[in-house]
Nanobody, 121 residues
């Protein structure tokens, strides 16, 4: 089993920045990709970004140019750097992981508990 723990959420003004972290533990040898999803109130959960162990990424169009995903394999941690935040970025952000980038995109095997990001003036 793999455990994912997110941190770094909070309240920020429009135009501000936040960095989310996701620390993985457990049978991490089974993970080859990590990513981020978000779910706003009344909306479906959506993919934000995913990165494979080889560094190949997918970024949602809605955040492209503002959000960056990165991983530190030595620390078993994934990050989501969020810049130029907008009120519509308000959501619960979930870390996800799986055996491949395709798995994380289609049906992640592991989920974190989520961290709230609120963008408001």
């Amino acid at each position: 089993q793999v455990q994912l723990v997110e941190s770094g959420g909070g309240l920020v003004q429009p135009g501000g920045s936040l960095r989310l972290s996701c620390s993985a533990s457990g049978t991490i040898f089974s993970i080859n990709a990590m990513g981020w999803y978000r779910q706003a109130p009344g909306k479906q959960r959506e993919l934000v970004a995913v990165m494979s162990e080889a560094g190949n990424t997918i970024i949602a169009d809605s955040v492209k140019g503002r959000f960056t995903i990165s991983t530190d394999n030595a620390k078993n941690t994934a990050y989501l750097q969020m810049n130029s935040l907008k009120p519509e970025d308000t959501a619960v952000y979930y870390c996800a992981a799986g055996r491949s980038r395709a798995v994380v995109v289609l049906r992640p095997e592991y989920w974190g508990q989520g961290t709230q990001v609120t963008v408001t003036s």
